[in-house]
């Protein structure tokens, strides 16, 4: 009788085992960064036409956008025409248009794609975002024939619902009122992860 017990309670003890592992493997799901900006201009066809414009004024631009998902920012990634040390880029509440979180990026070489890691951000699903850069400086991206773009356009798990700029300066954050649809000036965008 006594050996029952030692085999039952060794069995017990097995199950929870397997039972509390795969759980475990239940929580390491681990899902792939998205960076949405080429879906972004192959869907709204702005990835024909690329001119770079520097120093002609000072502008907060960028395009608004709802994940699809629960998920979160990893890094920012920007390539502008020009250097600038201090590029701030921003995060904003679209329907409060407050600010999230702004983060500075080093951009050292004119044309080429910096990324910098950050703490990440949390996205809820549904809920739409603003994300902007403060620069005199842009990449501006339009159709060949100048048509405009039909919002919103899926891009991965980001679905982007809209692109504007206002006048700003550097020391200022503005939110962008300046809705357009026949270009996009960047190039501005992040690393999104899924998270459940």
């Given at each position: ?5 030692t ?7 097995a ?17 792939n960064?998205?960076?949405?900006l ?15 414009v520097k ?6 631009y ?15 990634i ?7 040390p ?24 004119a ?7 950050i ?6 699903k ?18 060949t024939?100048g048509?405009?773009?039909?919002y919103p ?7 982007i619902t ?13 939110f ?5 649809n ?5 190039d501005?965008t992040f ?6």
């Amino acid at each position: 009788m006594k050996a029952l017990k030692t085999i039952l309670t060794l069995l017990l003890i097995a199950v929870s085992t397997v039972s509390c592992s795969s759980d475990d493997d239940k929580d390491a799901v681990k899902y792939n960064e998205e960076n949405p900006l080429d879906a972004y201009m192959a869907g709204s066809g702005f990835s024909q036409k690329a001119v770079d414009v520097k120093n002609s004024g000072i502008y907060e631009y960028g395009f608004s956008f709802k994940p699809t998902v629960t998920g979160k920012i990893n890094s920012l990634i920007v390539k502008i025409p020009d250097v600038n040390p201090t590029l701030r880029v921003t995060l904003w509440d679209a329907a409060t248009k407050t600010v999230i979180k702004s983060e500075t990026i080093n951009v050292a070489t004119a044309n080429v794609t910096v990324e910098k890691a950050i703490s990440p951000i949390a996205l809820t699903k549904d809920k739409e975002y603003f994300f902007t850069v403060n620069s005199d400086d842009w990449i501006n991206r339009t159709k060949t024939d100048g048509s405009a773009a039909t919002y919103p356009i899926v891009a991965g798990n980001i679905t982007i619902t809209g692109y504007a700029y206002i006048s700003s300066t550097a020391a200022e954050t503005i939110f962008p009122t300046n809705a357009r649809n026949t270009y996009y000036a960047g190039d501005v965008t992040f690393k999104f992860q899924q998270t459940e």
